[in-house]
Structure formats: C-alpha cells, structure tokens
C-alpha cells in the first residue's frame, strides 16, 4: 500500500471555510462591477441574466429551486469549460488513493518520463503534481490568447512542457489549462485507463452520472481541464459529493482526506482574487467552486449546507466585473439567504 500524502499549506490567504459569510462582495470583485445590480431572488437571475442556461440550488436534502432557460435543459449535457480542471483533481485523489501514485509531491520525472519531450525546458522532471494541481507549474501559460497556438500544435503535452519557465515551480499561480492536461496524461499513464474510463469509472458510476466523450489531443490523450460535459443535474450531484466530503447517500466516492486537502488555500488567481486549492476556488465568504469560461459554475457553501449548479452560454465571457460579478452576488445574496 502506497503512503498517500496530501499536505497542509503554509498559504495565509485569510479563508475561513465553514465559517459562514461574513464579508460584503467587494472583497470578491473589483470595485467598478459593484455598480452592476445584484439578483434580487432566483427568478430574477434567469430573468436578467440572458446568459445563465440553468440554476440549481439544493440547501440540505432538499431542491429549493431549479429552472432552466429551454425545455429539457436541466438533463442535457453542457460543455462545463474549465470546471473540467476540477474534476482533474478529483481524479488525481482517486489515483492517489488506488496507490497508483504515491502522493502530490511525486514528480513528472518520476511517474511519467515518457512524456517529457528530449528538448523540453530545463527543470520540467522536478515539477510536481501539486504544482500542476494548484496551477504553479511555472510554466509560460497556454490560456487566454495562448491557447490557439497551443491547441494547434500536434503535441500539447510536449508544446506546454517546452514553454519557458517564467515562475519558481510551486511558487504562484500562471492559470494554463496546460497544466491540468499534463495532469491528465499523467493520470492516463499511471492508471492506464484513459481520462474519460477514469471519469467513468471512478465519478461517473459511483454518482450515477453521465459522462460523454469529449475532444482529445493528437497523442489520443482526453482534454484535462476543459471540454468536459455534464448536465446541469449532474453538475449538482457533483456539487453534493463535494459538500458531503466525498461521499453520495452514504457510499464514498473520493477519499475524504483529499477532498479535506483540496479544500486548503494554496495560492491565490491573479485575476479574480480567489485562493484555489486542489482545482477549486476557495471565497472568503465560504464557498468552494469550480468555474469554467461563460459562467459554469459547480460550488458548495459546508457552514450552510448549500450545493448549487450553474450552467451557461460557453460562447461568452464571463469576467469577474461583468458576469461572474453576478453569479457571485447572486451567490453572496439570494442563495446564501437560502
């Protein structure tokens, strides 16, 4: 049997989970978008906000509002964008917990040499899987306007793993969705099932969820960190294993242990200001989220028993001063009031 060890943080971000909400929504969102009217209820979110497809909001046992946008949307699958790097992470405790890795502080060279390119940057054999997990790699990104020269490329491990290294490994956050596919060919290699067998297996069955295939690399490797689908109810039922520390209706699906550890403030985004943990955004207010491009949203509030799933247009943006200012306000305001 494998040691699985998770670590603690030294990250001082000023996050108090399960403590409830006790901060206004400045300390969320720039100051310019607080001039942006805040949903008055649930009904007026999907009301006002053209973009928002679906809303699901379970407080406890019970389903205090769901609603979509067009018939049929709350069971229909939904491209949830960069939410797929949280799902990554689960995978990687699950892996952990198999004993198929022996914990976070493995390293690349070490679990999966075969992917490092001959003329990758120097350095890339002693990033570890945390680094990868929590986004500080070091690595030049390949989001934002990087992402379609990386995507275009015939090899997108081997592209990411020779892009300069513009950070100490470890040390803070350059958001690349990258990372998280690194982490997912890892996983492919370790297990030696594909992302999508493992999302299948290892969530998808033990939740009764559906997972359907979704785009890979040219190696064959399965998206890690973007493209993923899922109905806005299974985003939910994602959402409820969360706040149940890794269990459904009492059968444990991820170790709870990891689950605890992915819940710990590791660094914080340069854009929005949220800590982020194992592949989740970590509020001050008490939530835990995963977020995608457009507005998806899976997030948990532990102190209020909250589990709630947003799915939106995946074509537009949603910036934390425009639309993601919303959902959080609505977050912070009607739901929280739950």
């Known amino acids: ?43 007026d979110a999907l009301r006002r906000l053209p973009q928002m497809n679906a809303l699901l909001i379970q407080k406890g046992d019970q389903v205090v509002f769901e609603a979509a946008r067009q018939s049929g949307g709350l069971d229909r699958p939904t491209n949830i964008k960069s939410c797929s790097k949280s799902l990554v992470a689960l995978l990687l405790g699950a892996a952990i917990a198999r004993g198929e890795i022996a914990d976070v502080t493995a390293r690349l060279g070490d679990v999966a040499p075969d992917l490092i390119p001959r003329d990758a940057t120097a350095g890339v054999a002693d990033i570890t899987l945390q680094d990868l997990v929590t986004l500080r790699a070091g690595l030049a990104g390949t989001s934002g306007r990087d992402y379609g020269a990386w995507v275009a490329s015939d090899n997108w491990v081997s592209y990411v793993l020779r892009q300069p290294m513009i950070a100490e490994p470890g040390g803070r956050m350059i958001y690349s969705t990258g990372s998280t596919h690194v982490l997912g060919a890892v996983l492919a290699q ?27 690399d040219p190696q064959g490797y399965y998206f890690g960190g973007n493209e993923m689908a899922l109905s806005p109810r299974a985003m939910l039922t994602v959402a409820r294993m969360m706040r149940a520390r890794g269990a459904l209706e009492g059968r444990a699906v991820i170790a709870q242990d990891w689950i605890d550890a992915s819940f710990e403030p590791r660094t914080k985004s340069p854009y929005s200001g949220l800590a982020y943990g194992y592949g989740w955004f970590l509020s001050q207010s008490g939530y835990v989220l995963a977020r995608g491009y457009g507005g998806q949203v899976i997030a948990i509030h532990p102190a209020r028993d909250l589990a709630i799933a947003i799915a939106s247009d995946p074509t537009l943006p949603a910036r934390s001063q425009g639309y993601f200012g919303d959902i959080l306000a609505l977050l912070n305001g009607p739901v929280l009031d739950a």
Do not use: N
């Not at 494998?2 to 300390?27: D, E, K, N, P, Q």
């Not at 099932?193 to 979704?214: C, E, K, N, V, Y």
């Open 1 to 43: 049997m494998h040691r699985r060890r998770f670590l603690s943080t030294g990250v001082s971000c000023g996050f108090a989970l399960g403590l409830g909400a006790g901060i206004g929504l400045s300390a969320l969102r720039p100051a310019q978008a607080q001039q942006r009217r805040a949903p008055e209820s649930y009904e």
């Open 190 to 216: 370790v297990s030696g099932l594909s992302l999508l067998d493992q999302a299948r297996s290892r969530l998808g069955a033990p939740l009764g969820i559906d997972i359907p295939p979704w785009t890979r």
